[in-house]
């Protein structure tokens, strides 16, 4: 029975080859986008128990062998350069489906791959759970709720998203990447789990990936102004990545289908976001503002209430303390020490 009372068929055989030698003593987990932010850190997560054998798939679009490079060579570790727009036969038992450009810069830059990616990606890893009878974890987003007119935003929301505007490639491609996880749980009766992950931050984020926790951080470190795209009162809400990370662990391996709002209910607008980064990184920096793009979502905070309740999960780390794990990875990586 799913979460919402809806009946479902029972979930298809495993696959034979699971029955052979190898997976008895092993879960075999594919991370789809584990190159990418979120997933590099997910991957540490389940390497760090030993029963876990790691399979990442990544087309290097956003992601980075560097971000994996601990792993690279490990026996439980295997990286696999491939597109989710086309199949991919594995033999695992779960699978986390992260593949997509999450920045709104990267995103819009094809739009048309970024909705491939959503639809036909999320078909092809449906279409292989449907084969070997894995679970399947979607990395959905508070981006389906558009531009909210519910504040703060709670699962049963149905949002309020511009169908043809420049973010809907990956809004609505999230949208109907939603659809077909339900459609192929209640039709063929695969294992789902779908989390709405509200803006997420930490080391790791390309230092030119856009967003704007990234981009405040590596504007400070630069002595270069704070870009806050007006008008500079739209809220976002900023969860630390192993908060996040241990969310879709605990999701994955629980009993419910979700969606389940996973983020930090912390809100900032920009212009405050700006003045935090100010104030731990660069008291002397410049804070500017800068036209916006269209469609901003003025407002994003989760209600987690279900997560509370379902998954026995809240984050753990406010903003002030998760920005100086990011600066210090940021300035390692540019080669700027912190001034004395
Ligand atoms: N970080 C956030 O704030 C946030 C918020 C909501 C949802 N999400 C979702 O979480 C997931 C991970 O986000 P992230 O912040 O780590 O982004 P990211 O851009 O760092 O990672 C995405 C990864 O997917 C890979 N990828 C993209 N298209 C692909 C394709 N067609 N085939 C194979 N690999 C592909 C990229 O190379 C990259 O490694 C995404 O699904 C994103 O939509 C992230
Ligand atoms: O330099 C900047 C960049 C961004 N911003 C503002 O900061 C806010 C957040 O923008 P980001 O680009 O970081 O991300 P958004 O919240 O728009 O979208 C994000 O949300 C949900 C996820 O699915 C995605 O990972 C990401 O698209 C926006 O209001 C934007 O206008 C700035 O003020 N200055």
């Given at each position: 029975m799913a979460s919402n009372g809806q009946s479902t068929k029972p979930p298809p055989n495993?696959?034979?080859?699971?029955?052979?030698?190898?997976?008895?003593?092993?879960?075999?987990?594919?991370?789809?986008?584990?190159?990418?932010?979120?997933?590099?850190?997910?991957?540490?997560?389940?390497?760090?128990?030993?029963?876990?054998?790691?399979?990442?798939?990544?087309n290097y679009f956003t992601g980075s062998k560097d971000n994996l490079k601990q792993w690279i060579g490990h026996p439980r570790f295997e990286l696999i350069r491939h597109?989710?727009?086309?199949?991919?036969?594995?033999?695992?038992?779960?699978?986390?489906?992260?593949?997509?450009?999450?920045?709104?810069?990267?995103?819009?830059?094809?739009?048309?791959?970024?909705?491939?990616?959503?639809?036909m990606g999320t078909l092809n890893m449906l279409g292989l759970a449907k084969r070997v009878g894995a679970r399947i974890l979607l990395t959905s987003t508070s981006e389906v709720y558009g531009d909210p007119l519910v504040h703060p935003q709670t699962e049963d929301y149905w949002g309020n998203v511009n169908p043809i505007g420049v973010r809907s490639c990956y809004d609505e491609g999230k949208r109907v990447a939603e659809t077909l996880m339900f459609d192929y749980h209640r039709q063929h009766g695969i294992e789902i789990r779908i989390a709405r992950i509200f803006n997420t931050y930490g080391p790791r984020m390309n230092i030119d990936d856009g967003r704007v926790v990234s981009n405040f951080i590596a504007q400070a470190i630069r002595d270069e102004p704070l870009t806050v795209q007006l008008p500079g009162t739209q809220t976002r809400s900023f969860c630390y990545v192993s908060d996040m990370v241990d969310g879709l662990i605990r999701l994955m391996e629980g009993n419910d289908t979700g969606p389940i709002n996973i983020g930090n209910p912390g809100e900032f607008t920009m212009l405050e976001l700006a003045e935090n980064v100010k104030e731990l990184i660069n008291p002397d920096v410049k804070i500017i503002t800068v036209e916006n793009t269209p469609d901003d979502p003025r407002q994003r905070k989760p209600d987690i209430t279900k997560?509370?309740?379902?998954?026995?999960w809240e984050p753990k780390i406010k903003l002030r303390d998760g920005l100086p794990f990011m600066e210090e990875d940021f300035r390692q990586r540019l080669g700027v020490p912190k001034k004395a």
């Open positions: 495993p696959s034979p080859l699971r029955s052979a030698k190898f997976f008895q003593a092993n879960m075999r987990i594919l991370v789809t986008g584990g190159a990418g932010f979120i997933g590099s850190h997910l991957v540490d997560r389940l390497m760090q128990n030993e029963k876990n054998e790691v399979i990442v798939a990544d597109d989710v727009t086309e199949p991919l036969l594995v033999e695992v038992d779960q699978i986390y489906h992260l593949a997509c450009p999450a920045s709104p810069i990267f995103y819009k830059y094809n739009p048309v791959k970024t909705i491939k990616t959503n639809v997560a509370k309740e379902l998954l026995g």
